[in-house]
């Protein structure tokens, strides 16, 4: 088994997931501690900078690695936040740090196009190896985007793997609510996997534009408000939807400019059912209905969201805590499985998650 730590910062901008598992890279998992760090205020307005500065960049492979103006400070900031973090937590946790064989680096994705083959996520692993002192591996996503992939999601092989250790027989849906939504379909063939719509990101950029909040707590304000359902209806009415998988999206792709005008609870009841109804509609485009749907991520703490999603769903909801698994660590457990497979070269993405042409190796090892 090899002991690695993940480290996943999302497109909610909130701050770092940290955790530790140790695994063969298959079907052997064993979980350690998870914690969180989150980003200053200060951080956060970077990166918002950071994000708005990327979607000027030409979508050019040949150029994703240049860092024009603010991505270059932001680069290094993440990069210091996340050596920062990985001290932090290793002292917290009193974990040697010798015995971390791999770090599964993600960094911050601020520009996502897969039709033009071009995804950027800022953050300097070879800097991390360097201050962390342990193998780092990084920029999963490069080559299937290169391949012809989608390059998301990533997490499927992991959830995959969670799945089918915990027994189910029947189909079972694992959606994440980061930013993005994504699904992955468990049955008895490979997984299925996509971007379902937006998940957290436009609701806390509302709450931010709007009220200075970092996002909707507990999904307190969704609750207070009405859905506008004709605007509901024109926002789902997106090509997007329809599109079948595999498919993937930018934090940007959608915009909250049709409930812009609305009172602060209304808009943010509205966005909050566009995620519900969005991920609700991307079950509907699987080979059959689940038997359950887990629900990981930060959406899980929207109690509106989940409450919304239990009158949609055609099936069963449980948070993945229930099942003993961890909500708000997944993504940065997959992480680190996803750097156990870097070392074992297996690989990270599939025909049926990415629409790669075949099962592919992805990321980048880097020795301190």
Known sequence: MIRALGLMSGTS?????????????????????????????????????????????????????????????????VTLRHAEAVRDFLAAESIDPASIDVIGFHGQTVIHR?????????????????????????????????????????????HSALVKAAGFDEAVVVVNVGGVANLTYVDDGPPIAFDTGPGNALIDDMMFSRAGEKMDIGGTTAAEGKIDFTALAEMLAHPYFALPPPKSLDRNAFSSSRVANLPLPDAVATLTALTAHSIVRGI??????????VLSGGGVHNLTLRWQLMQLLPCGLVTADR??????????????????????????????????????????????
């Not at 918002?48 to 994703?64: I, S």
């Not at 300097?124 to 390059?151: K, Y």
């Open 13 to 77: 901008l909130d701050g770092i997931d940290v955790a530790v598992i140790a695994t063969d890279g298959a079907a052997d998992v064993m979980p350690g501690p998870a914690r969180s760090f989150a980003y200053s205020d200060d951080d956060r307005a970077l990166l918002r900078a950071a994000l708005a500065a990327a979607e000027g960049l030409p979508a050019d492979p040949a150029t994703r690695a240049a860092r024009p103006g603010v991505l270059s400070e932001a680069e290094a900031r």
């Open 323 to 368: 099942l003993g698994w961890s909500a708000d660590a997944m993504e940065a457990q997959a992480f680190a499985y996803l750097a156990v497979r870097r070392l074992k070269n297996l690989p990270i993405t599939f025909p049926t998650t990415t629409g790669v042409a075949q099962p592919l190796e992805g990321g980048r090892l880097l020795i301190a």
């Open 284 to 293: 509907d485009l699987l080979p059959k209905e689940p038997k359950l749907v």
């Open 114 to 158: 897969p039709d033009a083959h071009f995804t950027v996520q800022i953050g300097d692993g070879a800097a991390l190896a360097r201050e962390t002192g342990r193998p780092v591996a990084f920029d999963f996503r490069a080559a299937d985007v290169a391949a012809g992939g989608q390059g998301a999601p990533l997490v499927p092989i992991y």
